[in-house]
């Protein structure tokens, strides 16, 4: 996992093309400049965090990690993981 920088926007951006994988996610499509600012909020907000997945051997990006942190009456936090890359899915 590497926190989800400027570098890795234009390659999240186009696996959110994919209908099938907004719908999986329940992720609307926003454009290039809308995911910029999305990228940028994320990175100053301090009750989430993204991460990219990175394959092991060839370090290619094939997915993302986000934690939502609650403060509530028990700190607890919620994590979702996208595997992005239909290759790298379902593989344990």
Partial sequence: LVPYSAEHVTPYHAWMQDEELRRMTGSE????EEEVEMQQKWTSEYDKATFIVLDKESKKMIGDVNLFFYEDEQYHAEINVMIAEPSFRRKG
């Fill in 29 to 32: 499509v926003l454009s290039l």
